[in-house]
C-alpha cells in the first residue's frame, strides 16, 4: 500500500473528494511543501542515507479527515498543505538524520515534530500491535509556535523524551536496540503503557500491511 500526498488510505484522491474545501492555495503549498521535502531527502540520501520507504503516512488533511485523525492537532498544519509526514524506515533513520542536521531543515526551510512525537511512538504501537514498526517524519514549512526548528508537538513528548533518555535511549538509536533496552528496563519504563489503548480506526497490522497515522495506529500533529 502506498498512497501520495494528495489521498487517504483509500487511495482517493482527495482534491475531488473535498472539492468544496481544496483550493489552488492549497495546492501551492502542498506541492512547496513536498518540493522542500524533496530536497532534505536529496541531502539525506547523499550523505549515505538509506532509501526511504516511497510515500506519505500523511499529506494534505481536509478538516473532516484531521478532526478524525488521533491526536491530531485542531490547526494541524496538514489542514493548510503545509506540512507532510515523510514515510521513514523502520529505524526512523530520516528523522534521526533530519534532528543531528538541522543545517538541512533551515536551508530548504522545514521545522520537524521532535522524533518523540513521531518515531518513539510509532515504535511503542509497533510493538504492542508485534508488526513492524512504520514510522514518519513529520516536516512543515511554517515555524511552529515556539520557533524551535525540532519542536515538540504537545506537553506529553517532553515527558516521553525524558523517560526514553533515563533508560538509557539515544538519539540516532535503531528499534532494534531501543526494544533491547526495554527488556533490560522495569515493565513500562519507556513509556509502552500508552500506547497500548486501541484508538479509533487501530487494526491489527502484519509487516506488509504499514500502519501510518491516519489510520490511527500512530498519533499525529
Ligand atoms: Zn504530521
Redesign the pocket.
Known amino acids: 500500500m502506498r498512497y501520495d500526498y494528495w489521498s487517504g488510505p483509500d487511495e482517493q484522491d482527495r482534491r475531488e473528494r473535498y472539492a468544496e474545501e481544496f483550493t489552488p492555495e492549497l495546492q501551492a503549498n502542498g506541492d512547496d511543501v513536498q518540493r522542500r521535502i524533496a530536497a532534505v531527502e536529496v541531502a539525506y540520501l547523499a550523505a549515505g542515507g538509506t532509501p526511504l520507504p516511497e510515500g506519505y503516512a500523511?499529506g494534505w488533511r481536509p478538516r473532516a479527515v484531521n478532526d478524525a485523525t488521533a491526536n491530531a492537532g485542531r490547526a494541524?498544519t496538514?489542514i493548510t498543505a503545509q506540512?507532510?509526514?515523510r514515510r521513514d524506515t523502520p529505524d526512523g533513520e530520516f528523522a534521526w538524520w533530519c534532528m543531528r542536521n538541522r543545517w538541512a531543515l533551515e536551508q530548504h526551510g522545514l521545522w520537524m515534530?521532535h522524533p518523540a512525537g513521531t518515531t518513539l511512538r510509532a515504535w511503542r504501537t509497533a510493538k504492542v500491535q508485534g508488526r513492524v514498526p512504520t514510522p514518519?517524519c513529520?516536516l512543515?514549512s511554517v515555524p511552529p509556535g515556539s520557533h524551535n526548528r525540532v519542536y515538540f508537538p504537545d506537553t506529553r513528548a517532553p515527558t516521553e523524551w525524558g523517560a526514553f533518555l533515563a533508560a538509557g535511549g539515544q538519539e540516532g538509536m535503531g528499534y532494534d536496540a531501543w526494544g533491547a533496552l526495554q527488556a533490560i528496563g522495569a515493565s513500562g519504563a519507556v513509556g509502552v503503557g500508552n500506547a497500548s489503548t486501541p484508538r479509533r480506526g487501530a487494526r491489527g497490522g502484519s509487516p506488509t500491511r504499514p500502519a501510518t497515522?491516519e489510520q490511527g495506529e500512530g498519533e499525529?500533529?
Open positions: 500523511s494541524s496538514h506540512a507532510g509526514d515534530e514518519w513529520h512543515q497515522p499525529e500533529t
